[in-house]
């Protein structure tokens, strides 16, 4: 059962056993578990503050990406250290935040409730899909996760442009790719995971976390534009 297996990662091969295999794959659902309670918090405290009411178009997008890109820095920095998780945690209350107005926006509607929860329900669909998948699948996925970060580019600089076009269309075809792009990342990371290709769990959280968030927020803006006050 514990047999060592072999797995090309991004640095070469390394030799990881399936007891050390599962214990990341836990550890990692049990933290990705606890990133709720945080991204929630922070998406109350917008909500009922509205502190994030007046971050829109490119003021939003520069506060996001750089608070964004700035955590992921200082996680990949401490992943191996005590302050690795408090500093995900911090993480996902900032996403909470900047998904706040988001929400404002949606949970105003009519039917807001039902639109929340079915973007909820949707994410949690893919998550059980492809951890489904990332178990069965044999190929390694590696080279589509170079492809699919192209992709994710590719969205930004689409996000970019919409901000001054303020398309409802072109936000619904981006959105549209986005979840596509997110689920075939999560996909790639479970599979990294259940292949041994990734040790450290607070790097597997926030991975998996960052495709979660972003299906779900893609999922938001959808049905905020197709379904909202039906």
Same mark, same amino acid.
């Given at each position: ?20 295999? /599962?214990?990341?794959?836990? /550890?990692? $659902? ?10 929630? &918090? ?44 408090? &500093? ?22 009519? /039917? ?35 492809? &699919? ?12 442009? /919409? ?37 450290? $769990? ?7 976390? &960052? ?20």
């Amino acid at each position: 059962m514990n047999q060592p297996v072999q797995s090309w990662g991004r640095f070469g091969s390394t030799t990881v056993s399936a007891q050390q295999r /599962n214990r990341v794959l836990r /550890n990692t $659902y049990w933290l990705l578990a606890l990133s709720m309670l945080p991204t929630v &918090l922070g998406a109350w405290v917008g909500v009922a503050t509205g502190i994030t009411a007046s971050l829109g178009g490119v003021t939003g997008l520069v506060v996001f990406l750089a608070g964004a890109f700035g955590f992921m820095y200082a996680i990949h920095k401490t992943k191996d250290s005590a302050l690795g998780v408090p &500093l995900l945690l911090a993480f996902t209350f900032f996403m909470g935040l900047m998904l706040s107005r988001l929400l404002a926006m949606v949970l105003g509607m009519q /039917n807001g409730t039902s639109l929340v929860m079915t973007a909820f329900a949707g994410t949690a669909g893919v998550f059980v899909v492809m951890s489904s998948l990332s178990t069965v699948i044999k190929r390694d996925l590696e080279g589509l996760g170079k492809w &699919l970060f192209m992709g994710v580019l590719v969205l930004i600089v689409g996000m970019v442009i /919409n901000i001054f076009v303020g398309s409802p269309i072109w936000m619904a075809a981006l959105s549209t790719m986005a979840i596509g792009l997110f689920s075939a990342l999560l996909l790639v990371d479970l599979k990294r995971i259940v292949d041994g290709g990734e040790t450290n $769990y607070i790097m597997a959280t926030m991975g998996i976390y &960052l495709s979660l968030f972003n299906i779900f927020q893609s999922l938001l803006i959808l049905l905020g534009l197709t379904g909202g006050d039906e």
